[in-house]
Structure formats: C-alpha cells, structure tokens
C-alpha cells in the first residue's frame, strides 16, 4: 500500500493554466474519486500522476518520495483507461499478461498471475477467446485483469466504465469496489458521474476548470457543499438554488416566497439551497403553496416541479403520489435543511445564535 501527496500541483499547455495548484494527500488503501464535468482536467491530473504528463509546478510524492521526475515504469502503478484497447489478434491471456514480459517473469509465473486475476474476475472459461468473442463488460473485465496482474499496489483508473450501459455499470461499480478492498490498492478513480463516486469513494475530490471546489467523504459534499457549484454537481437531482434578498423575517424570492434559514448571517442577498428530498409534503406547518408543473410518479418515488423565484424545483416525495399537474401543493421544510450561499456562491456556515452575537460585538 502507498499514499500518494500532491503538493502545489500545477499543470499549464502554453499560457493556459488547465489545473490550478492542487494539494492533497491520498491515504494508502484509499478508494479516492476524483470528479467534476467533461474537460475539467481530471486525465490531465491523473496522467501527471501516472508519469505519461510532466508536472509544471509542484511535488508529486509516492509513499513520501519526491516523483515527479521517476519513469512510469518506477512509480509501481498500474492504469485502466476509458478506451481499454485490447489487441484484437491476441487471445484473452496473452492480452492480460501482455505487460508482464518488462517484469522479469518466467512463463510459469506470468501463467499462474493471469490464471488468479482471471480466477477474481470470473474469466476464467474465456483466456483462449479472443476480445471480439467477448460482451463489453467482460472486455472491461479483462482490461482489469491487465491492471492487477502487475500486482502494482496503485491503480489509476480514468472513466473506466463509460462505454457500458448502465445497467452493467451499477454491477462493475461493485466489482471494482469489492476487487480494490481484497488487494487492498490505493486507487485514484476517475469519472464524471457523480453517482459512481458518491457510491464507490472513501473520499472525493470534486475539480471545475482545474481548480478544487471541494474534497472530502462523499456525504461531507452532499450534506454541506462549500459552495454552489458543488451543490449543484452533486445529488440527483441536484440541490434546489434560489436567489434570495433578506427581508424583514428571513429572506424572501423574487416571487415573495419567504424562507427562513437557520443560518445566522448579515448577508443582504444570497442564493438558498434545498435537496430533493428535504422538500416535504406539509402536514401542518406550510413553507409555500406551489403549483405543480410536472410529475413524474417512479414507483418509489415520485418528483414533482414547481415553479419557485423563476427558477424550476424539484421535489422528491417517497412512494406514489396520484396529483395532478396544475394542482396546488402544500411544501414543507424544515429551516434546519436549508442551506444559504454568499454572493460568491460560498456556503455560509450556519452559526449558533449566541456566538454570532459575540462575533457581532467582536467585529
Ligand atoms: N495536450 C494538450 N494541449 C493543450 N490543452 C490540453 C491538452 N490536453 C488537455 N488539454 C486541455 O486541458 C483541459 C483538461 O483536459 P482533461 O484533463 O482531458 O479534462 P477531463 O479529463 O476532465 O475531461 C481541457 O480544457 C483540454 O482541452
Ligand atoms: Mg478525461
């Protein structure tokens, strides 16, 4: 097992700045996601890692040794990409050994590492097929058995399951996880579905053009996004956001729908955040009356829209709610569920009423 530290990490192509200083430290035998939109610079971030980019500022550390010059050869990682490119003339075990002749190995060895890997990854039957005989999903799986029979304690994998339906993706999710906690690698994981890494990550990292919005366990994001961009990349769907003006109880919308946060705070206008499903149907307390723009009854669960300051709603009831589109519905929220966020889009931390008043003398 080997921590990986990125101190200052910084990567530019000419006057373009793609990643804009990162520092973290990946604990050995960490599941770390590293998450955020298309073009970001999460490949860029992981190729630097890798060896295959070089580092325009900063230290790269493998297990507290300074890496940013060793070979990828040196650094004892193994990589799986999205595009797993098998060779195609070549049966299923010559493709997984294929990278082990660089090692020294007899061919007995090389022999008995595949026939494990294989073994893990239930591919056994297939080492004498060819890829073009196989599903996607067990080329994806042999594209793993490439990685692991290295027995690198460090695997990077970029977006490694997006060219699989979702179905198969839900199932590889589990797999991977499952294969990363019996080796026990240090795995840095790559995509831009925020439900892969909520689901598979011990901590992720949530990147928007190559700067940090946010690290941290996936529910530390979910529960309190530090700001509007990780509010609205996370959850689905995503956070609710409104822009509010304080008024005399709280802060009220561009419609007169009027909140009241439990957040204490000086801020003239904000911008308020609810989840789904933080959005209740009201017993006896009302929050708002809305109409209901749409509904989408899922069997579980039912999402209803709503119109709120201009800005469309959604609502997560659980179980089936026959209403109909036009109607008026009765909403619910809890003051402790909602979230405000500055006119940077910064969350502002909710604060206990007699420290604020401390901080108010203070200031
Ligand atoms: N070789 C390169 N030269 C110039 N710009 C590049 C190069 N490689 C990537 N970029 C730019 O860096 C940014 C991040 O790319 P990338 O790391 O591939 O994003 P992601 O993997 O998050 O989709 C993008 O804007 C991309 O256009
Ligand atoms: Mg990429």
């Given at each position: 097992m080997k921590s990986i530290q990125l101190q200052h990490i910084q990567k530019s192509y000419g006057d373009t700045e793609v990643i804009r200083g990162i520092d973290v430290t990946i604990e050995a035998g960490e599941f770390f996601a590293l998450v955020g939109p298309s073009g970001c610079g999460k490949s860029t971030m992981l190729r630097m890692i890798a060896g295959l980019e070089s580092i325009t500022a900063g230290t790269l550390r493998i297990d507290g040794v300074a890496a940013n010059e060793l070979k990828p050869s040196e650094r004892q990682l193994s990589m799986v990409f999205?595009?797993?490119?098998?060779?195609?003339?070549?049966s299923v075990e010559k493709n997984i050994t294929f990278g082990l002749h660089t090692k020294g190995l007899t061919k007995l060895e090389q022999r008995e590492r595949c026939h494990e890997a294989a073994e893990t990854l239930g591919l056994t039957d297939y080492?004498?097929?060819?890829?073009?005989?196989?599903s996607g999903g067990q080329r994806q799986r042999v594209a793993l058995a490439r990685a692991i029979?290295?027995?690198?304690p460090i695997c990077l994998m970029d977006?490694?399951?997006?060219?699989?339906?979702a179905k198969l993706r839900a199932k590889m999710r589990s797999e991977i996880r499952q294969l990363q906690r019996k080796l026990n690698l240090t795995m840095i994981y790559v995509t831009h579905d925020q439900v892969e890494a909520m689901t598979m990550a011990d901590r992720m990292m949530l990147l928007n053009e190559g700067e940090v919005q946010q690290i941290g366990k996936p529910l530390d994001l979910y529960n309190k996004p530090a700001n509007t961009f990780v509010a609205s990349f996370?959850?689905?769907?995503p956070m609710n956001l409104v822009p509010v003006k304080r008024s005399e109880k709280g802060f009220v919308a561009s419609d007169g729908r009027q909140f009241q946060p439990n957040v204490m705070t000086t801020v003239e206008t904000a911008t308020l955040g609810v989840r789904p499903e933080q959005i209740l149907p009201a017993n006896e307390d009302v929050t708002f009356y809305a109409e209901l723009k749409n509904i989408e009854v899922l069997g579980t669960e039912t999402i209803l829209a709503f119109d709120v300051g201009g800005v469309e709603w959604l609502a997560k009831w659980p179980g089936q709610w026959p209403l109909s589109i036009g109607e008026k519905v009765a909403c619910y929220i809890d003051p402790k569920q909602m979230s405000l966020f500055d006119a940077d889009g910064e969350r502002i931390e909710p604060r206990h009423p007699k420290l604020f008043e401390a901080l108010e003398v203070f200031q």
């Open positions: 999205q595009n797993y490119a098998l060779y195609p003339h070549m080492l004498k097929r060819k890829p073009r005989e196989l029979v290295t027995e690198a977006e490694p399951l997006s060219n699989l339906d996370i959850g689905s769907p």
